[in-house]
């Protein structure tokens, strides 16, 4: 059973960088065709997918928010880890990690999410 669980906290000053963690188990982040994406929703509206890292460990961001992600990966750990920087008000969502079977393919498991505010 694979298993996703965001990590992070929960309150984060605007200007400041926005650090979540996922960590995984029942797969491994390195498995052939494995994709793991960052997602968030703020309050009020629908997701937005935020950007990806691959089992190579080849990253793909969504150009609105490319600016200011990046994704990286501790396969020692069996983690990967969503930095956002330069953090406003408007960032504040609930965020969730989850795996796809290929980079176009639907998502197939989610973690609960975890709620990040940011305070003005």
């Known amino acids: 059973q694979v298993q996703l669980q965001e990590s992070g906290p929960g309150l984060v000053k605007s200007s400041q960088t926005l650090s979540l963690t996922c960590t995984v188990t029942?797969?491994?982040?390195?498995?052939?065709?494995?994709?793991w994406s960052w997602i968030r929703q703020p309050p009020g509206k629908g997701l937005e997918w935020i950007g990806y890292?691959?089992?190579?460990?080849?990253?793909y961001d969504s150009p609105s928010l490319k600016s200011r992600t990046s994704i990286s990966r501790d396969t020692s750990k069996n983690q990967f880890t969503l930095q956002l920087s330069s953090v406003t008000p408007e960032d504040t969502a609930v965020y969730y990690c989850?795996?796809?079977?290929?980079?176009?393919?639907?998502?197939?498991?989610w973690g609960r999410g975890t709620l990040v505010t940011v305070s003005s």
């Open positions: 989850a795996k796809s079977g290929g980079y176009a393919d639907p998502f197939n498991y």
């Open positions: 029942g797969d491994s982040i390195t498995t052939i065709y494995n994709y």
């Open positions: 890292i691959g089992f190579s460990g080849s990253t």
